[in-house]
T-cell receptor, first 115, second 116 residues
Framework: KAGVTQTPRYLIKTRGQQVTLSCSPISGHRSVSWYQQTPGQGLQFLFEYFSETQRNKGNFPGRFSGRQFSNSRSEMNVSTLELGDSALYLC??????????????FGSGTRLTVV | AQKVTQAQTEISVVEKEDVTLDCVYETRDTTYYLFWYKQPPSGELVFLIR??????QNEISGRYSWNFQKSTSSFNFTITASQVVDSAVYFCALSGRNSGNTPLVFGKGTRLSVIA
């Protein structure tokens, strides 16, 4: 069965622009979580959605937002991009909030570069 | 607060050597889950194992084994007879359960290089 699909794989944006990243979870998975990975801070939790509702939110500024659609697909948006937003953004899906017996299934990520 | 420490930033071994990746965690939750993930160059995190706080049995899966010790708050990962394909960054993660399901808290990762 298909895994977690993230699009696009690579993205280059200019400071001040906004960006939208997409994540399609595994079929039947209703929970989608987003993580930011940078060399300095490592993997940090952004937010989690379950059945179109945000269930958890990490410690990120309001420029970072997300949503989930009725088909469980999720998008995250970053407005007014800063150089420090350059990172690998990983999406993870699960059958329920907080992961299932096999943890979360991660996608390959979107590598965002802000110039 | 929850915290995961992977003190080894990088490890380099010669193929067929055994290697142990250390993971120390902190949590006030009495119920929690521990995970190990592998991140190859392609970027995705590949799930390796999940362990709950009530199960301290060691686990072996092929060349992989895990040693969970609550007394020392450690969840170490050993690869036996390492292979070049094991080269990757390995992450240990923790999720508390006392206050509902909390997101994964990751360690900084250990980059393993296996040299042929």
């Amino acid at each position: 069965k298909a895994g977690v699909t993230q699009t696009p794989r690579y993205l280059i944006k200019t400071r001040g622009q906004q960006v939208t990243l997409s994540c399609s979870p595994i079929s039947g998975h209703r929970s989608v979580s987003w993580y930011q990975q940078t060399p300095g801070q490592g993997l940090q939790f952004l937010f989690e959605y379950f059945s179109e509702t945000q269930r958890n939110k990490g410690n990120f500024p309001g420029r970072f937002s997300g949503r989930q659609f009725s088909n469980s697909r999720s998008e995250m948006n970053v407005s007014t991009l800063e150089l420090g937003d350059s990172a690998l953004y990983l999406c993870a899906s699960s059958t329920r909030t907080g992961g299932n017996n096999y943890g979360y299934t991660f996608g390959s990520g979107t590598r965002l570069t802000v110039v | 607060a929850q915290k995961v420490t992977q003190a080894q930033t990088e490890i380099s071994v010669v193929e067929k050597e055994d290697v142990t990746l250390d993971c120390v965690y902190e949590t006030r939750d009495t119920t929690y889950y521990l995970f190990w993930y592998k991140q190859p160059p392609s970027g995705e995190l590949v799930f390796l194992i999940r362990r709950n706080s009530f199960d301290e049995q060691n686990e072996i899966s092929g060349r992989y084994s895990w040693n969970f010790q609550k007394s020392t708050s450690s969840f170490n990962f050993t690869i036996t007879a390492s292979q070049v394909v094991d080269s990757a960054v390995y992450f240990c993660a923790l999720s508390g359960r006392n206050s509902g399901n909390t997101p994964l808290v990751f360690g900084k990762g250990t980059r393993l290089s296996v040299i042929a």
